[in-house]
DNA sequence: CAGTCCAGTGACAGTTTCGTCACGGTTTTA
DNA sequence: TAAAACCGTGACGAAACTGTCACTGGACTG
């Protein structure tokens, strides 16, 4: 799944450069030339990372990273700043503020690139990289097949993806509107009786034929998922 | 808690420079100058973050950044790499490999310190809420879960902000009036009554089986709970 | 000691939350 | 193209939770 990066600059050339090479990469790539525009949007769109220039038209970067710090439906995403200011004081302010890098202008495409990446693999280790086995479950996504107790189960699509967000946060309780933005990214608007209803049939899936069933609700908040031990 | 620093560099005074300047900061700082011996006691050390000097004396930076980003346990830890060698390229190279950042020398040490602040601001965020422990009852709010003895118990969504609200005022004697505005926040218009029928609740949870009580009614005050020790 | 106050408790009706079903629409497969 | 699979949602009922009341026993006081 491609992570989403909003690039916000005001030059255009150079927002072109970097949108083509970060698509190249994969990424899904939004670009503003506004700070107003991005403050605006950054909620709605809620990429997994900014690249951030300093100096824009008519509020500063440094302004909109010190917002957006402070709300916490956006804390997870990744800011680099970017800038031709050079000076050391404004790297550290920037750092300070809650930027994850600073870059400066010019740059080395192959070098933000890099650097977006690092930032990326931080900012998405929820994805299982390989095979994940909890307790009797095991899910590989190479060859996007689930088991439980050995014996292979089908899962359609949405279950899938559900239930990699619950390994991912195996043992933590997840709110539905947060199994929501791991689950539908692109559809803020499910409801969340949708949510029970899709964990329902991951558990028609995974219980067939058991007793013991992995995910418990926590009745007002949401739902957890532990390792139930190997007969 | 102080995070722990390795700082991997063969250069004795600058070593000096950056420990003096991170302790300075709160961290605990542990130098090596020989990149085989970090490699024996990374796993020892678990540092939260290592400086990581590129051209080491007998085994490479980008090498030892490479095994690490190999091993399970260390895949946590922050890697920022330090290097006189400023070639793009080898940026590249040792982002991809592993490391969260790269800085290269000669650095200004106001900026080392914000870059490794701005990693450790990720790598240990500030929870608003913990785990708790107190005598045998064990409560954490991530996973949603309470236990007394090692032994998972179930409460209502009430019974466990009231918990929470005790274990927060863990000691001290707890006015119902008080536990209303705690527990009850959008209902000041809460009985008496009801806060005495909810702590017989939470009490008959957490004493099933046990003579024990940790939560002392004080009479014509409240209560107060008090940390019971493990059998 | 008797009277009063305070807190514990069982029970109940009402409210809230969650599980499930069924359906119509969309997408995928053969 | 038709059938199968998938999907999201509205409706309904089951289950869990909730706040209060009435009663009672224990603690406190004069």
Chains 1, 2 share one sequence.
């Not at 029970?196 to 009745?219: E, F, M, S």
């Amino acid at each position: 799944m491609a992570a989403t990066i909003l690039v916000v600059e005001d030059d255009p050339d150079l927002a072109q450069i970097v949108r083509y090479n970060l698509e190249a990469e994969g990424f899904a790539v939004t670009t503003l030339s506004d700070g107003a525009a991005a403050d605006t949007l950054v909620g709605a769109i809620r990429p997994d990372l900014v690249l951030l220039d300093l100096m824009l038209p008519n509020v500063s970067g440094l302004e909109l990273c010190r917002r957006w710090r402070q709300r916490p439906e956006l804390l997870d995403m990744r800011i680099i700043m970017v800038t031709a200011k050079s000076d050391t004081g404004d790297r550290v302010a920037g750092l300070e503020t809650g930027a994850d890098d600073y870059v400066p202008k010019p740059f080395s495409v192959p070098e933000l690139v890099a650097r977006v990446k690092a930032q990326l693999r931080r900012a998405q280790p929820d994805l299982p990289r390989g095979r994940v086995v909890a307790g009797d479950i095991e899910l590989d996504p190479a060859s996007h097949r689930v088991r439980r107790g050995g014996r292979e189960l089908h899962l359609g699509p949405t279950e899938f993806r559900m239930l990699e967000h619950f390994l991912a946060n195996l043992g933590r309780v997840v709110s539905r509107h947060q199994l929501i933005a791991g689950v539908w990214p692109r559809r803020p608007d499910i409801d969340a009786r949708t949510v029970d209803v899709h964990v329902g049939r991951l558990r028609k899936a995974l219980n067939a034929g058991r007793t013991q069933d992995p995910i418990q609700t926590v009745r007002g908040i949401g739902y957890r998922m532990d390792p139930v031990p190997p007969k």
